[in-house]
Structure formats: structure tokens, C-alpha cells
């Protein structure tokens, strides 16, 4: 079945720094999804990708669809307390949006005053 | 508008009990699913429902009972509960199903089973 990878797993940054975390699928996705979850709640939609090559930006977070329509980044500017939680990517999966989305195992990131 | 909503938000099960954990939504979307999200596992999809009388299974649906009686309500049954099931359970919904719409998530359903 697909897969989608993520990496990191953790990421501790100070605050001011920027923070990156990578996804990528085993098979061609038609869009991919990101979700933030704070801690102790619950994913929370963040923005779509469908386009080959597509970046969106929203405020201090930028996000990337590769050429391939494999690989996908979300990265944050100075980052901000406010940013603590857990990113995560997701794929439709292959029978299309109703069979649900598969997701990346997340990236943590940790936020060091 | 409420949103997702799930009961409870915490419950603790002794090997072999079941129980029923509740899901409605009030945005009159088609499309509810139930996920799990264990930690370093990220979400895995147990069931999911298209409309009122239609289910299907998803990735990891073993041990786990569905139903959609109506638009609104999608519970999730545990017949025999083990300690595997011990987890966080999230309900998601969105307007249809169809690719590349977000899935709203309700708050969440923390199972202990000891």
C-alpha cells in the first residue's frame, strides 16, 4: 500500500530559528495535505497542495509540492512558541479521497526559549 | 456550530469489555471516518463512511465495529477490548469524501485498555 514518510521525527529549534520538515510517498500523489496538531489536541487542517511545483505561503510558513508530485516540504520562519506541535502530511489514498488519507508519521518540533 | 463531536474523552476498559465511542457532526457532511493515532504511528485509518448505510474498512479496522444509521452519527464499537487498542481515537469528517477535501477532526477519545 502507499506510504508517506516524513522526517525529522523530532525537531528542536530555538525560537527565532527556522524549521523544515520533509515528506515523501512511495507512489504519485493528485494533492497532498498538511495538518498541524498542537499537543494534547487534536490535527487541525493547515492547507492543500494539487500542483506540480506549487508553493504556498501562509504568513511565516511556506509550502512545497515537488516537480513529481512525490515529495513535499512545509518550512517556517522565525519560528514562534505558537509553532510547537506536531506537523503532519497526508495522501489520498489510491482508491481516491473517500478511502480516506494516509498520513506521514509527523514531525515533532520543540521550541527552546 | 459544534463541529466534530466525540464522548468520551477519556475511558478506561478492562480486558474483554466493550464499549461504544460516539462521533456526531453537525455540518451535514457525508463523508465520517474514524482514525487512531498511536505514538511514532502518526493517524491510521480504522473505518470510514461515505453516507447514512454505507461503511468500509480501512487500514487497521480488526477489532473495531461500524455503523451509519444516520448523516449525523458514526460510532465506533469495540467488541472485545485488549491492551493493542490502547490508544487515542480521533472521528474526521468532511463534505463528501472526495479527493483534496480536509478532514475536520473532533477532539479526540484517549482508551486505556488494561
Known amino acids: 500500500g502507499q506510504q508517506v514518510m516524513q522526517i525529522p521525527q523530532y525537531q528542536h529549534v530555538q525560537e527565532g530559528e527556522d524549521f523544515t520538515t520533509y515528506c515523501n510517498s512511495s507512489?504519485?500523489?493528485?494533492?497532498i495535505q498538511w495538518y498541524k496538531q498542537r499537543p494534547g489536541g487534536h490535527p487541525v487542517f493547515l492547507i492543500q497542495l494539487v500542483k506540480s511545483g506549487e508553493v504556498k505561503k501562509q504568513k511565516r510558513l511556506t509550502f512545497q509540492f515537488g516537480e513529481a508530485k512525490k515529495n513535499s516540504s512545509l518550512h517556517i520562519t522565525a519560528t514562534q512558541t505558537t509553532d510547537v506541535g506536531t506537523y503532519f502530511c497526508a495522501g489520498p489514498n489510491s482508491g481516491g479521497g473517500a478511502d480516506g488519507l494516509t498520513f506521514g508519521k509527523g514531525t515533532h518540533l520543540i521550541i527552546q526559549p | 456550530n459544534a463541529g466534530v463531536t466525540q464522548t468520551p474523552k477519556f475511558q478506561v476498559l478492562k480486558t474483554g469489555q466493550s464499549m461504544t465511542l460516539q462521533c456526531a457532526q453537525d455540518m451535514n457532511h457525508e463523508y465520517m471516518s474514524w482514525y487512531r493515532q498511536d505514538p511514532g504511528m502518526g493517524l491510521r485509518l480504522i473505518h470510514y463512511s461515505v453516507g447514512a448505510g454505507i461503511t468500509d474498512q480501512g487500514e487497521v479496522p480488526n477489532g473495531y465495529n461500524v455503523s451509519r444509521s444516520t448523516t449525523e452519527d458514526f460510532p465506533l464499537r469495540l467488541l472485545s477490548a485488549a491492551p493493542s487498542q490502547t490508544s487515542v481515537y480521533f472521528c474526521?469528517?468532511?463534505?463528501?469524501?472526495?479527493?483534496?477535501?480536509?478532514?475536520?477532526f473532533g477532539s479526540g477519545t484517549q482508551l486505556s485498555v488494561l
Open positions: 507512489t504519485t500523489l493528485s494533492n
Open positions: 474526521a469528517s468532511s463534505y463528501s469524501g472526495g479527493v483534496g477535501e480536509k478532514l475536520f
